[in-house]
């Protein structure tokens, strides 16, 4: 069973900054899209940074544009968030997501993103 592994997360102080990377496990075939949820406690899953792995297309939500940055390295599978200016409103725990090219999605385990003020 593939798993999507992620790290970075931890604790930083307002207005700075934590990068999260993402691959999966093992072999897992042709993907067309990763990218980034988060939730935060008490609230719903959102929607945080995509790209499309072949086409480098990105997607932002509107609360992180500029600060934030997707990014991939296709030989390795892994996607990058590059999280700048971080606020303490960004605080959640961050979900790494993987869509193969048949559609079928998969989740990594989440990793926790604490900005203190």
């Known amino acids: 069973q593939v798993q999507l592994v992620e790290s970075g997360g931890g604790l930083v102080q307002a207005g700075g900054s934590l990068r999260l990377s993402c691959a999966p496990s093992g072999s897992i075939g042709s993907i067309n899209r990763m990218g980034w949820y988060r939730q935060a406690p008490g609230k719903q899953r959102v929607l945080v940074a995509s790209i499309f792995t072949s086409s480098g297309s990105t997607n932002y939500a509107d609360s992180v544009k500029v600060r934030f940055t997707i990014s991939r390295d296709s030989a390795k599978n892994t996607v990058y968030l590059q999280m700048n200016d971080l606020k303490p409103e960004d605080t959640a725990v961050y979900y790494c997501?993987?869509?193969?090219?048949?559609?079928?999605?998969?989740w990594g385990q989440g990793t926790q993103v604490t900005v203190s003020s």
């Open positions: 997501y993987l869509d193969k090219t048949t559609g079928l999605r998969y």
